[in-house]
């Protein structure tokens, strides 16, 4: 394989620093790291929570997600750009480790022979569109290259149903999840609200260039799609636009998969034939923006006076108390006496208020971007 600079944006092992305590890796099984001898997942491995995946899936459910890899790739594997040259041998050969898995196929660190790492997500059996269809659809993320989003670099198509595989830029070191939730493994100290915030113009910045630049939804947003990029934390948005990729039945899912984990637009829930849009995006964005300001994951029932309820009711309800500040997360406690950046993030949570609104009321992305950018 051949890789230009660091431009290219892909990883090096040696760029690395060594994993800290409560890294993907140690998150990982024994079963699981038996894995990593080669791009051969173990069939019978079971994957629960992991800082990276921010998914939790039992027993039962881990069986359909089953990639059945083949002991050499002997399919055809095609490029969106001249970054990078590999063959489907040579890909056969790299070590892979699992990052995370989610309803439409599972990701892994790919680690090439010249020391690169890639991310490759295997597709789920049943979820790509015919293979005229999908290359079609793959050929319209060539180019894309905006500091926060992660670039495409190709894909794989193999001689049976369940060998499809998407080959993306790896970015390290983790998601927004594995920083933000107060889980076992999480990584570093809490966020700070500069930090978060830094991170949310970053996530509608690249939102805006998919939108404008780009003309494509991302239609899978979630704090696990949020990869935090270097020592700074850039945050890029991640396995995005797969909804051209996939079946009907499989984009059905992937949203199914969004309202379990707190981040479908309503409207999306009331349609018989979902599909992403750009005004859905903003929802999903909205939901991300309170995460960041509450510390809490969308996908949790809060419990008090009124009840269990999800996080966007929850905020909903204390704004409407008079007590929007109480949904701020306890671990920004040193922003707190800094009356600039209570401002910022009252601010904050008025944008991320009209982002949550009914579809007719809620703005675009540019807008939420501006003014996220004038705090």
């Known amino acids: 394989m051949k890789g230009k600079d660091n431009k290219s944006g892909l990883v090096s092992a040696d760029e690395l620093v060594t994993p800290r305590k409560g890294s993907t890796s140690e998150a990982l099984s024994q079963e699981e790291k038996s894995a990593v001898g080669g791009f051969s997942p173990s069939k019978g491995s079971r994957f629960s929570w992991s800082p990276d995946s921010g998914e939790a899936y039992g027993q039962e459910g881990l069986a359909r997600l089953d990639v059945r890899s083949p002991d050499r790739l002997a399919g055809e594997l095609h490029f969106l750009d001249e970054t990078i040259t590999l063959t489907p041998e040579e890909l056969s050969r790299a070590p892979a480790e699992v990052l995370g898995r989610s309803s439409h196929g599972t990701s892994y660190r790919a680690t090439l022979e010249n020391g690169v790492f890639l991310t490759v997500k295997w597709l789920r059996e049943g979820v790509a569109r015919p293979k005229k269809e999908f290359a079609k659809e793959a050929k319209k993320f060539a180019n894309i290259r905006h500091p926060n989003v992660v670039g495409l670099r190709g894909y794989y198509w193999g001689p049976t149903p369940h060998e499809k595989l998407i080959l993306s830029d790896y970015v390290a070191p983790g998601s927004l999840a594995s920083f933000l939730y107060d889980r076992p493994g999480r990584r570093g100290p809490p966020l700070t609200w500069a930090q978060r915030l830094k991170i949310a113009v970053d996530v509608a910045r690249g939102l805006n260039y998919l939108h404008f630049d780009r003309a494509m939804p991302h239609g899978n947003l979630k704090a696990t799609n949020i990869l935090l990029d270097g020592l700074d934390l850039n945050a890029r948005v991640a396995d995005y636009c797969l909804h051209r990729l996939m079946t009907q ?114 703005p675009g992305i540019k807008s939420v971007y501006e003014d996220l950018s004038s705090i």
């Not at 969004?258 to 995006?281: I, M, N, Q, T, W």
């Not at 929802?283 to 029932?301: M, P």
């Open 249 to 362: 039945a499989g984009v059905a899912e992937q949203i199914l998969d969004l309202g379990v984990l707190g981040y479908r637009a309503p409207e999306l829930a009331a349609s018989k034939k979902p599909s992403p849009s750009f005004k859905s995006d903003v929802y999903a964005f909205g939901v991300v923006l309170l995460e960041l300001l509450t510390g809490r994951c969308a996908g949790d029932v809060v419990s008090g006076s009124e009840g269990g309820v999800d996080l966007t009711d929850w905020v909903r309800l204390r704004v409407a108390e008079g007590r929007g500040s109480d949904c701020f997360d306890p671990a920004m406690v040193s922003d707190s006496e800094n009356p600039q950046a209570v401002k910022g993030m009252k601010e904050a949570l008025g944008i991320a208020l009209r982002c949550i609104r009914p579809v007719s009321e809620r």
